[in-house]
């Protein structure tokens, strides 16, 4: 039988190869950033209270459109959740995660993430500057390398762009 090469069959097998560079196929396992390691444990996580004030805003209108319109948080609220974390023995590491924008109709300062078991109060940093804010920390199924999902409110106050996946350090307590 002959090989028939045509070049939709070479366009193809070059599109193939790309993407499996692009999601990390056949890549040495030390080009995957490393996530760090908890140093809370799952009892820890659970004696911490999820603060209701960050998750207390309204629903944003059905007709909103804007980042500022589906942003429904006060100032008093946005002012909490920028405030610095207290330095206390409940601050600790819980790891790091790549978030991307969860629903913009959620409201309140929260991250769903697979890096707790339970609800409960937490903070998250953007890597990329520094900025905080303290969240709700919901859990999701996933291992704890899995990605998370963040509140509009949260990724504007940590000026973490909209439309790309944000590194967080996520600790617990705020």
Do not use: H, Y
Not at 82 to 87: F, G, I, L, R
Not at 107 to 114: D, I, N, R, V
Not at 132 to 148: C, E, F, N, Y
């Amino acid at each position: 039988m002959k090989c028939i090469t045509t070049p939709l069959t070479a366009i193809t097998a070059a599109l193939t190869l790309s993407a499996c560079a692009q999601l990390g196929s056949g890549q040495p396992e030390d080009s995957v950033a490393p996530v760090a390691e908890a140093d809370a444990s799952q009892a820890e996580v659970a004696a911490v209270n999820a603060d209701p004030v960050l998750t207390s805003a309204p629903p944003p209108p059905k007709a909103a459109k804007t980042q500022e319109a589906l942003d429904t948080t006060t100032s008093a609220q946005r002012a909490q959740a920028a405030a610095p974390a207290a330095p206390a023995a409940s601050s600790k590491l819980l790891g790091t995660t790549v978030a991307s924008l969860g629903s913009p109709t959620e409201p309140g300062f929260w991250l769903k993430t697979p890096l707790v078991k339970t609800e409960t109060s937490g903070r998250v940093t953007n890597k990329a500057n520094g900025k905080s804010s303290a969240v709700k920390l919901i859990p999701i199924d996933g291992p704890a390398s899995g990605g998370s999902r963040i509140s509009l409110p949260a990724m504007r106050l940590i000026e973490a762009p909209l439309t790309e996946l944000a590194q967080l350090e996520v600790t617990l307590g705020s």
